[in-house]
């Protein structure tokens, strides 16, 4: 028996075995995956079990969905006596059931602004189509029905369907699935540390809010539905802080020519910066705001696209009704499970106790930032990304070719913390419940670790 004692060597074995056997993944490394599949059995709080008996602090939240932590047994709870009650029954068309009309409630009070009609289905992907869904239809039964394009950004992502695949600014997943979705058109993102033209935040002038109009002008705003961006940059590229009036901005370039503003908020909603959504950091509220990952705390796959009274109205109208649904959106037992998520980040104030903590976390990452492989900190709130250049005057990104990103991850892995790894950045994400305690152990871990690869790979 291994140290939890649930399993034998035999059943481990065979259960190792028949994942390598049985199983399609996205795996990052199969050689890594074959000798040393990690596969955890058990979680609470901050903590994961694997199947060998080895405990890990999870400092990303398992890919940033679980705000609350793990082996929540309120949720559980909630989720079981719902599922005694009705497990299942559609939201569509002629009946609906009654936990998604009270978790769409609850969405209404904690999303900005006006918006407070909520699209409920299954994957952050799923919510971002239907995004695109909400912004073309809007504009085909209004009679503009030349407004089919969706402006996004290179470097963010958006999701694995083929519409989100579409909109993501990435070119490692999009590669072998071209051609993509017509339609879809991208501009720079707002990263100053690595800014494409290669310009200075003090001096530039916005020029990446510049380059976004001209791209809109160019291809002529009558043809625009919407512009899709993730207010806060996922954790590909760490998080960058936007600057500063470029989110206003993009909110008035989005108003002057009638285009639909949509924010997703998958990675970064649910207090993780500090606020319970990102773009409250900078009091622009989108039209439509996309919702996934940490909704539910990881406890049930449920997501969401949110939008205006505005835009809804216009799908009440007989024959009007928006042409779009999945037969599990809005899954009664998934929505009881966001509901009690919501309920506990609420009750534990959660979201100021990430503010609070990512604030210690941050002055205690300052240190990091002497390291030669470091180019910058960035982030907000408990978000966390950490950028590995080759050379920090010229903010030169580290050389892919030697792994680092993914070395200081899996040696942060064996001594039990675990962190993301995207293109040499690291991410960090820890639950918004986090003590002092663990949150001196993960920066303890990735301070000695980022020495280490320091005078491993020889780079000074
Ligand atoms: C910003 C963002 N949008 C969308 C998605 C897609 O969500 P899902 O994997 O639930 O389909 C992700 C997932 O990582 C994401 O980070």
Not at 1 to 25: C, G, R, S, V, Y
Request: proline residues 5%.
């Amino acid at each position: 028996m291994n140290k939890e004692e649930e399993f034998t060597k035999k059943q481990i074995e065979d259960i190792k075995k028949n994942a390598l056997n049985n199983w399609l993944d996205y795996a990052d490394n199969y050689e890594i995956a074959k000798k040393n599949l990690k596969i955890m059995v058990k979680g609470k709080g901050l903590y994961l079990y694997d199947i060998d008996g080895n405990k890990y602090i999870d400092a990303v939240s398992s890919v940033f969905t679980t705000p609350c932590g793990h082996g929540r047994k309120e949720v559980a709870d909630a989720v079981y006596e719902q599922m005694c009650k009705l497990e299942y029954s559609p939201s569509l068309k002629n009946y609906y059931t009654e936990p998604p009309i009270r978790l769409s409630k609850k969405l209404a009070e904690i999303s900005p602004g006006k918006i407070s009609r909520s699209f409920l289905v299954n994957s952050g992907s799923e919510a971002n189509e239907t995004a695109f869904k909400i912004a073309k239809q809007y504009f085909w039964q209004r009679g503009e029905k030349s407004r089919y394009k969706i402006v996004a950004r290179r470097n963010s992502y958006h999701g694995s369907t083929y519409g989100a695949l579409s909109a993501t600014g990435l070119s490692h997943p999009r590669e072998p699935f071209e051609p993509l979705v017509p339609g879809f058109i991208h501009v720079m993102n707002a990263w100053c540390y690595c800014c494409e033209l290669g310009l200075e935040p003090d001096i530039c002038g916005l020029a990446c809010l510049k380059n976004m109009e001209q791209t809109v002008v160019w291809e002529n705003p009558d043809t625009i539905a919407a512009i899709i961006i993730d207010p806060l940059p996922f954790s590909h590229i760490g998080y960058p802080v936007p600057p500063e009036g470029y989110l206003k901005g993009l909110r008035e370039l989005c108003d002057k020519y009638g285009i639909l503003l949509i924010f997703d908020e998958v990675q970064t909603g649910f207090g993780k910066t500090g606020k319970m959504f990102a773009c409250e950091h900078w009091d622009v509220v989108p039209d439509i705001l996309v919702i996934g990952k940490g909704f539910s705390g990881g406890y049930l796959p449920i997501a969401a696209a949110i939008t205006t009274p505005a835009i809804a109205d216009g799908f009440w109208e007989p024959g009007k009704e928006l042409r779009h649904g999945h037969t599990q959106g809005g899954h009664p037992v998934s929505c009881v499970a966001a509901l009690k998520n919501i309920e506990i980040i609420e009750k534990e104030n959660l979201v100021n106790k990430a503010a609070e903590m990512g604030k210690y976390m941050r002055e205690s990452f300052k240190n990091i930032k002497n390291y030669p492989i470091v180019g910058s900190v960035q982030g907000l709130g408990l978000l966390f990304g950490i950028v590995l250049v080759q050379d920090k005057n010229k903010k030169r990104k580290i050389n892919p070719g030697l792994g680092a990103g993914k070395w200081i991850m899996d040696r942060c892995y064996e001594k039990g913390v675990i962190i993301r790894e995207n293109s040499d950045v690291l991410a960090i994400s820890p639950p918004l419940n986090i003590g002092k305690k663990e949150a001196d152990i993960i920066i303890r871990v990735i301070d000695e670790t980022i020495f280490e690869a320091v005078r491993h790979f020889n780079l000074k």
